[in-house]
């Protein structure tokens, strides 16, 4: 998909232009956008709204051909729900509307006039980069492993935005910000959905590597030999009973100033979880291929930031291994030593995406980092607390926790990629206690999300840290399955923002 910007003047009406398609704003009460008012030239444009025939709410859409005294041969009406502020989930259904459209029309060139009636520079970056990743989104299509490819829609190939003259040059660069963040998304989204016998610990590795030489990163990929060395043995105890090498991922991508301290972001990379000996029931277990999708949205954030030439020094980790049962597997009971020094006893192998976090996040202490954000698919408890909706935030509670969660609240309401703030209290550790190590690695039953996060805590004294559980949000099941990419829109807007702030 090829996406450009285009603007119009007295002499290039949006009425005279020769274009497949121009997409154009109507409100539902029956008003239409000043884009639609210029195609409005007989009235054609006002007498479907009059008629009914779209509601104007968000996502409905009204196709008209072949208007009197219009160049263009189709004009496509688009629901923005009410006139006034549109929020980003109402233009992110619009501009899906228009992407379902687009992918079935006979025209391969369109022009999607943004709906610039009152709104800002900074308004037009943001509509450019949610039209796009909806455009992008109708385009994935997860069939690397089918022998027949799924056929690629017709459709609109070649996409123009219209904007205002004076928005032009935020416009190109949004556009290019936005497809270096729609690669990220679809990377994520592939090496989630691959599955488990694809996409190995060693598969990540090999992903990483041709990123760092694509984009000239930094990259150093740690052995379980290294790691020995290192004494991860927390880590190490989740893929002792596995065939598949386990890695550990390191991509620098400093392209801050030289004595800026680093934002950090660690994945959990664990690319099957049979639970271990603490085995998971059968129903739905396929889905345990998903339990990357920390590691694969920190692997994509990278890509974006990269493509971007972010400003800033931010460090990719990937903590990747397969959580299987064998003989060589630890079993529930078992007490290991983390890097931190710390021991814990494994009551349940299947709580194994903090034991290999906490080693990581022991691991990036010698970064000095400025901040380090983890990514996991931790806690099924997770989901029950806050659904698909939203990815759990979890900090501490000090000024500079404070102000971490907001900066990623603020950029998960931007992206349109939320999440939910939830605490992280002395009281909920009480129930991490163990009779025989420092900590246990299940709590007693309740707010699991909240234990897994205080687990983790402990490991993350040395400098300021905010967890992600995206067990609800990485993807989704039942008959649509597949990744979603998040939250590589949110960790990409929050970079985006501290580049700024840094700048
Ligand atoms: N990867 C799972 C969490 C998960 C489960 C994410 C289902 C998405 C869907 C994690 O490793 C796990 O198994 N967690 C356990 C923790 C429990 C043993 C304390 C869980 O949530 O059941
Ligand atoms: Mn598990
Ligand atoms: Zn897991």
């Not at 990377?187 to 590795?205: I, S, V, W």
């Amino acid at each position: 998909m090829d996406f450009s910007i285009k603007t119009f003047d007295a002499k290039n009406t949006i009425a005279n232009t020769k274009s497949g398609v121009i997409a154009v704003g109507v409100f539902e009460d029956k008003k239409l956008s000043s884009a639609a008012k210029a195609l409005d030239l007989h009235g054609a444009v006002t007498a479907a709204v009059k008629s009914g025939d779209i509601s104007g709410k968000p996502g409905s859409t009204l196709m008209l051909r072949s208007l009197d005294g219009i160049s263009a041969e189709r004009v496509l009406l688009v629901g923005l729900g009410k006139q006034g502020a549109l929020s980003t989930k109402d233009y992110g259904s619009a501009m899906a509307a228009i992407a379902r459209s687009f992918a079935h029309l006979g025209a391969s060139e369109g022009i999607i006039v943004l709906p610039t009636d009152s709104v800002t520079e900074r308004d037009t970056a943001w509509a450019i980069q949610h039209a796009v990743l909806a455009l992008r989104e109708g385009l994935y299509r997860s069939d690397t492993l089918k022998s027949k490819k799924d056929p690629a829609p017709a459709g609109v190939k070649k996409i123009a935005f219209a904007v205002d003259k004076a928005h032009i040059t935020a416009a190109k660069a949004a556009v290019v910000q936005a497809v270096a963040l729609a690669n990220g998304i679809d990377l994520t989204k592939e090496l989630g959905n691959l599955p488990a016998n694809f996409c190995t610990p060693t598969h990540l590795a090999k992903t990483a590597r041709e990123m760092a030489r694509d984009f000239k990163l930094g990259i150093e990929i740690l052995d379980r030999k290294q790691m020995q060395a290192l004494k991860m043995g927390s880590f190490l105890s989740v893929s002792a009973g596995s065939d598949e090498p386990p890695k550990f991922i390191v991509l620098k991508h400093m392209g801050g100033k030289a004595k800026d301290a680093p934002t950090v972001l660690v994945g959990k990379g664990i690319t099957f979880d049979t639970g271990g000996i603490s085995l998971k029931p059968g129903a739905a277990m396929d889905e345990m291929k998903y339990d990357m999708c920390g590691a694969a949205s920190v692997l994509g954030t990278m890509r974006a930031i990269a493509e971007m030439k972010l400003k800033l020094n931010v460090i990719g980790v990937v903590a990747t291994c397969e959580n299987m049962p064998s003989g060589k597997a630890t079993k529930p009971g078992d007490i290991v030593t983390s890097m931190s020094g710390q021991t814990i006893e494994v009551l349940n192998t299947d709580a194994e995406g903090r034991l290999i976090l906490c080693d990581a996040l022991t691991y990036v202490e010698r970064f000095k980092p400025a901040v380090v954000v983890d990514i996991a698919t931790l806690t099924g408890a997770c989901i029950i607390a806050l659904g698909s909706h939203n990815s759990g935030l979890f900090t501490r509670s000090d000024a500079a926790h404070d102000q971490l969660a907001n900066e990623l609240l603020a950029a998960g309401k931007a992206s349109g990629d939320t999440a939910w703030r939830m605490p992280i209290e002395e009281a909920y550790n009480e129930q991490l206690k163990s009779n025989f190590a420092d900590v246990a690695n299940i709590g007693t039953p309740g707010a699991g999300s909240v234990v897994a996060a205080c687990f983790l805590e402990r490991f993350t004294r040395k400098y300021t840290w905010a967890h992600l559980d995206i067990a609800g949000t990485a993807w989704k099941g039942g008959a649509a399955k597949g990744a979603t990419g998040r939250p590589v829109p949110l960790l990409t807007d929050f970079l985006l923002a501290r580049a700024k702030q840094a700048a």
